[in-house]
């Protein structure tokens, strides 16, 4: 029986590649990938010549238990997404859930991923945090603010640039307009930027300008009656 591997790929900075990342892949039998076309660049770049076949959320049902039976017979195959760790706002957990159904060894590269160093770089309480990636973008969204304005949890979200300001209002409606946040984008990358206020301020700052790039919102949790405001 052959083996899944999970393998992180850098979220901008290519120096953040693990050695041990670069030694899966040349290894494996089989490289599936996000996007072919992005992941080849990576793959170009680190002289990783192998097979690459395409694994997407518009794929992904189809395909995992073909994968899995692959797996089963001998191959070695492993997952990459487009940046950051498979399965976290990216597929993967299918494939994974269906390894593990078919008692195959799945084993999971530590590596990058956005929402950490986002967390971390916020100045947030980091000793509890909820991740909720991508919100709902229009049905289910405002119930799902509803239940997270309750959360005493520091909150991590994925957002996209087109959606961030919004978002950000959104927070100052939904949860107060004084609650502290942290805005990250292009982590890893030349033009990194943490942006840290209140969620008013910071979607009136985000207002002015042009964004561009993956980002992460940290947005600090309610504060509990017992403790001081």
């Known amino acids: 029986m052959g083996k899944l591997y ?4 850098p979220i901008g900075n290519l120096d953040d590649m693990t050695l041990r990342a670069i030694k899966v892949l040349k290894e494996v039998d089989l490289i599936l990938a996000e996007d072919t076309r992005t992941s080849s660049k990576l793959l170009h770049h680190f002289e990783i010549q192998k097979k690459v076949f395409s694994h997407h959320k ?62 971390v770089n916020s100045g947030l309480p ?29 909150l991590i979200f994925y957002e996209s640039p087109y959606r961030l300001v919004k978002s950000l ?3 100052a409606e939904f949860f107060g ?18 942006a840290r206020g209140t969620v008013t301020e910071l979607a ?10 993956e980002i992460v919102i940290v947005v600090e949790g309610k504060k509990s009656a017992n403790k001081s405001q």
Do not use: W
């Open 126 to 154: 980091n000793d509890r945090f909820c991740f909720e990636g991508f919100l709902p973008p229009k049905k289910g969204r405002q119930k799902k603010l509803m239940q997270l304005a309750e959360e005493e949890r520091t």
């Open 6 to 9: 999970i393998v992180p790929t």
């Open 58 to 119: 518009f794929n992904e049902h189809k395909t995992v238990e073909h994968i899995a039976q692959r797996i089963a017979g001998g191959e070695t195959i492993a997952l990459i997404s487009d940046a950051g760790t498979p399965a976290i706002s990216d597929p993967g957990y299918l494939l994974v859930r269906a390894c593990i159904d078919h008692e195959i060894e799945v084993e999971c590269l530590p590596g990058a991923t956005a929402l950490i160093p986002a967390l």
């Open 169 to 171: 209002e959104q927070f």
């Open 177 to 194: 307009a004084d609650r502290r946040a942290s805005v990250s984008r292009e982590l890893s990358k030349l033009h990194e930027e943490n």
């Open 204 to 213: 009136n700052h985000f207002k002015s300008k042009t964004v561009k790039g």
